[in-house]
């Protein structure tokens, strides 16, 4: 979320930043996790689709096996889009939550997107945008903390979501965590749907240290990592 990166950040710097989201610009941000954090506008989401939902129903499968070919940057927003995206000016997204409280985040791992360098981003929905976080070859490791999938490195991109239990268990107590749980699996399921749509493949990937994976891709304390998601082109 924007708030991780510039919470120390005074009022008029974050309202220029929101201001250069609206024209579309690449920012940087200063007082970051990484230092600086650079925001990237990602491209409008297509809202309507030519793909019946039925069909991408029919042709979803787990897949494991595949090409080494790069994803595009629309295609990304398109999947980031689908698991989180804003769809009313009320801040309500294609995902239902428990109480619009939002407790997920969602982690892009990139090797191969036209247009976006190497390493890792976090989504924000209301700006529909990625967040740098650090640069490098980060699915090895990441493959590492998830018994050496080998799924892992071979696509374009890797979508990770996590959760952060607090932001439904003040209103909910100890159930709040089982709709967290809930919620991931449906931005889950609207990610493997929306890359079939796309021509595209994934698998759902659930086996992992769930320490590691967070400390490889430095979420905030609390946070949970849930699901790692491969998306790519299957090897037929």
């Not at 030519?50 to 129903?57: A, G, M, V, W, Y």
């Not at 959760?163 to 919620?183: D, N, S």
């Not at 449906?186 to 595209?200: D, E, K, T």
């Not at 990937?205 to 491969?230: H, S």
Request: hydrophobic letters at 45%; aromatic letters at 6%; proline letters at 6%.
């Amino acid at each position: 979320m924007v708030q991780l990166f510039v919470k120390s950040l005074a009022a008029p710097l974050i309202s220029s930043a929101l201001l250069l989201f609206m024209t579309g610009l690449i920012i940087t941000v200063p007082g970051g996790i990484a230092g600086e954090s650079e925001i990237r506008k990602l491209p409008d989401p297509d809202r309507e689709g030519s793909i019946p939902l039925e069909t991408t129903l029919q042709k979803r499968r787990s897949v494991r096996s595949f090409l080494d070919d790069p994803l595009t940057l629309q295609a990304v927003s398109q999947l980031l889009w689908a698991a989180q995206g804003i769809t009313e000016q009320g801040g309500f997204r294609t995902a239902p939550s428990a109480g619009a409280l939002y407790p997920l985040e969602i982690y892009v791992v990139v090797r191969k997107v036209a247009g976006l360098a190497n390493g890792l981003y976090i989504y924000t929905p209301l700006e529909h945008a990625l967040i740098f976080v650090t640069a490098g070859e980060i699915l090895p490791m990441l493959s590492g903390a998830a018994l050496q999938q080998d799924a892992i490195t071979q696509v374009p991109a890797v979508f990770v979501i996590a959760g952060l239990g607090k932001k439904t268990t003040g209103k909910y107590g100890g159930r709040g965590v089982r709709y967290m749980y809930m919620e991931s699996g449906h931005a889950a399921q609207n990610i493997c749907l929306q890359a079939v749509a796309l021509g595209l493949d994934s698998v759902t990937i659930g086996a992992f240290t769930d320490r590691e994976v967070a400390r490889i891709l430095r979420m905030e304390k609390g946070m949970e990592p849930l699901y790692i998601i491969p998306v790519g082109k299957a090897k037929k």
